[in-house]
């Protein structure tokens, strides 16, 4: 049974840094893509970051690039979001995914996300 488990989450102030990640267990992700997505209560989920396990290939919404890194650790299973200079539009619950498509959509598994919390 495939299992996506975010850790990292937490409160810190704005231009701070938080690193999450994303243990991925219950079957060979070599041919998948890894996703973050963030979803504030009463707006709809969006798309934040994406890697491509077997090539590294990332991918990242505009509003994140330079911000944020997304990375994997093939040895761990791992797949990593280093958050940086954080703003408060930032506040949100983290959701890792995967999936045979992406980079934006079409996620087969998700986890169960983490709270983000940028305090203005």
């Known amino acids: 049974q495939v299992q996506l488990r975010e850790s990292g989450g937490g409160l810190v102030q704005a231009g701070g840094s938080l690193r999450l990640s994303c243990a991925a267990s219950?079957?060979?992700?070599?041919?998948?893509?890894m996703g973050w997505f963030r979803q504030d209560p009463g707006k709809e989920r969006e798309f934040v970051a994406a890697?491509?396990?077997?090539?590294?290939?990332?991918f990242y919404v505009d509003s994140v690039k330079g911000r944020f890194t997304i990375s994997r650790d093939n040895a761990k299973n791992t797949v990593y979001l280093q958050m940086n200079s954080l703003k408060p539009e930032d506040t949100a619950v983290y959701y890792c995914?995967?999936?045979?498509?992406?980079?934006?959509?079409?996620?087969?598994?998700w986890g169960q996300g983490t709270q983000v919390t940028v305090p203005s």
């Open positions: 219950g079957r060979t992700f070599s041919t998948y893509i």
């Open positions: 995914a995967a999936g045979l498509k992406g980079p934006y959509s079409e996620y087969d598994y």
């Open positions: 890697i491509r396990w077997s090539s590294g290939r990332t």
